[in-house]
């Protein structure tokens, strides 16, 4: 069974970047036909899909954040990163990352609190 877990910082800074990592265990990134996907759920709100990567290392992006997201793989050490700059305080969530089999989340991890503020 993949199972995943983010880490990361948990205060940001205004206009500052958010890197989370995802390190995955039970199933390689480069496996078909897997992707890996973002997900974050900001206080009182829902969950929004923000991008994910492709077992190949195609990327797909929401097309609100595609400016300032971007989402790699580091096959070495079996992890997919999650990188957002110029983050504001709208930008405060619970992330997510989670296996993605055609829109199917059948694997998640625990989440990580990112709160971003000065």
């Known amino acids: 069974q993949v199972q995943l877990q983010e880490s990361g910082p948990g205060l940001v800074k205004p206009s500052q970047m958010l890197s989370l990592t995802c390190a995955v265990s039970g199933g390689s990134i480069t496996a078909r036909p897997y992707t890996w996907s973002w997900i974050r759920q900001p206080p009182g709100k829902g969950l929004e899909w923000m991008g994910a990567?492709?077992?190949?290392?195609?990327?797909h992006y929401s097309p609100s954040l595609k400016s300032r997201l971007s989402i790699s793989m580091d096959t070495a050490k079996n992890q997919f990163s999650l990188q957002l700059t110029s983050v504001t305080p709208e930008d405060t969530a619970v992330y997510y990352c989670?296996?993605?089999?055609?829109?199917?989340?059948?694997?998640w991890g625990q989440g990580t609190q990112v709160t971003v503020s000065s």
């Open positions: 990567i492709v077992y190949d290392g195609r990327t």
């Open positions: 989670a296996l993605d089999i055609n829109w199917y989340f059948p694997s």
